[in-house]
């Protein structure tokens, strides 16, 4: 049989399994909140695998590998940042968030917690907080599509649209059916073998070389990939890169703060005591994925320097972990480990999709029809997924940047927009209404403007002046304006429910609600 037909098995076998999770969610989404959220009902376990999976798209089987083989290890900074803020994002946001949602009105999306944590009535911050998602996760679910498409073209030969169309679909038909729960349950599955992908690709190449000493040495004197003559500076961190350049790579750990796609794994924790459990699965699991993605570039330029095999993708070379695992396994072994890049794909793709069909649905349409009905609901966000899915693939027959260029704008626009706000909504009682818009409108702006121009953009990565400007603006407003009545009284029974919650770990959060005078919605 040829090798096609087993990499075919092993993806069909994986899109099977998806759907199956998608089907067996349907059979316990009985209403719109099981959709949106899945009742606050995720253990530790399945939260903090969910985050990590949902976070760590393409971008870290095939953008980051690809940028550490080409620039060296002055990519790493950008590692640095993003470890960090993931720990920093468990420890001081996850447990806060988890109670403040339910404090405030049972909120179940990052917009309806911005309106009802300032107590906003005119529905401005809500629909501002709204069309930012949905203009930059546009970004965002493209390039999963793209993603999708180089995967195919690689391991396939196949043709790049084809890709964009497979891989789309089954992640629109899993996500359409099953809501956050097949999110998060696939994201488990695809969590774990993203895992074991990083760890056995890099090794099993490590292996097949003559010298597994030189992956340390190789790159700086002999020639691989884009360097004919090698790259001098390929493990030093700080040889040819400006002070701006680390700040703005360090930078993109502020972005974690902002996200609404890993955020929402906090709203949907069973209580905020179990952040910290959720917290240590994934940061070790993070911090073991990225070791595997930078020996899979350290691996790389040796084996592709050495060996008759060149790597597909000869731009960016964002296919050299798809080309590693081709190389190195039998088909089926390979197309078990190379689903593994589908599962990075897919999982970050139907978090995005779910929570932009959030954002119409929950924050946009429920503007205008405050009181319908839950079936109709359901009906309306499975739509918008279709359609929010339809745009991403449009926008990625013709891609205009690499995936890592993709990921990093999608990425400043959150952490810029909603950062600053998720934090002072958090910490920081005299935020306002007014603030909080400006703020967020501040941060977009900056982002995209800045982003959109080379002289800036090479400068430093737009996420920094973007959390700068958006945080000084949503301070100055929020300092000229007044708190809604209440607000005050809300934030310090959420303040109090957590660390009731936190130094009960084993009582419900419902009782830390009743104890501190919360309201439980539920």
């Not at 009902?41 to 985050?51: F, Q």
């Amino acid at each position: 049989m040829s090798d096609n037909f087993w990499l075919v098995l092993a993806i069909v076998l994986y899109f099977g399994l998806m759907v199956a999770i998608g089907f067996y969610s349907w059979r316990k989404t009985e209403k719109y909140d099981d959709y949106v959220l899945g009742d606050r009902g995720l253990s530790p376990l399945v939260a903090g695998l969910s985050a990590g999976a949902s976070d760590m798209s393409g971008w870290l089987l095939m953008g980051l590998p690809g940028a550490l083989f080409v620039a060296g290890m002055s990519e790493l900074w950008i590692v640095i940042g993003l470890f960090v803020g993931t720990w920093a994002n468990w420890k001081w946001i996850a447990p806060r968030l988890r109670a403040y949602t339910e404090v405030a009105k049972n909120s179940i999306t990052l917009p309806s917690f911005f309106e009802n944590r300032t107590h906003d009535t005119s529905r401005v911050l809500r629909f501002t907080a709204a069309v930012i998602i949905i203009f930059f996760f546009t970004f965002y679910v493209s390039s999963g599509m793209v993603s999708g498409g180089r995967y195919y073209e690689s391991t396939f030969g196949g043709d790049y649209l084809h890709g964009v169309l497979i891989v789309g679909s089954i992640t629109v038909l899993y996500t359409f059916i099953g809501g956050f729960l097949a999110v998060s349950y696939t994201d488990v599955v695809q969590g774990g073998l993203m895992f074991l992908a990083l760890v056995t690709v890099p090794l099993m190449a490590l292996f097949a070389l003559d010298n597994p000493a030189d992956i340390f040495s190789w790159a700086t004197s002999n020639p691989y990939g884009p360097w004919e003559e090698g790259n001098p500076t390929y493990f030093n961190m700080i040889a040819g890169v400006s002070a701006a350049t680390i700040v703005g790579n360090l930078a993109w750990g502020l972005g974690y703060f902002g996200q609404p796609h890993i955020v929402t794994r906090f709203m949907a924790l069973r209580s905020p005591s179990e952040a910290k459990t959720a917290r240590r699965t994934g940061t070790v699991w993070v911090a073991i994925c990225y070791l595997g993605a930078i020996f899979t570039a350290l691996v790389a330029t040796v084996y592709f320097g050495q060996k008759s095999a060149s790597v597909t993708d000869q731009t960016g070379f964002e296919t050299v972990f798809l080309d590693l695992a081709r190389i190195m396994f039998h088909p089926l072994i390979a197309g078990i480990v190379l689903t593994a890049v589908l599962a990075a794909i897919m999982s970050t793709m139907s978090s995005q999709l779910l929570i932009t069909s959030s954002a119409l649905i929950e924050d946009l349409y429920r503007i205008f029809n405050k009181n319908p009905n839950h079936t109709t609901l359901l009906v309306l966000s499975r739509a918008m997924v279709i359609a929010v899915a339809l745009v991403g693939m449009a926008l990625a027959i013709n891609p205009s940047d690499t995936i890592l260029g993709l990921v990093g704008f999608a990425w400043a626009g959150f952490g810029a927009a909603f950062g600053p706000v998720v934090i002072a909504s958090l910490y920081w009682k005299r935020l306002t209404a007014p603030g909080a818009i400006a703020g967020m409108i501040v941060g977009a702006v900056t982002v995209f403007v800045w982003g959109s121009v080379d002289a800036l953009s090479g400068a430093i990565y737009e996420i920094v002046p973007g959390v700068i400007l958006a945080g000084l603006a949503m301070v100055v407003v929020s300092l000229l304006t007044r708190p809604k009545p209440g607000v005050a009284e809300e934030f310090d029974r959420a303040a109090a429910a957590t660390d009731y919650a936190l130094a009960h770990p084993d009582k419900p959060f419902t009782e830390a609600l009743r104890n501190r005078g919360g309201t439980s919605a539920v």
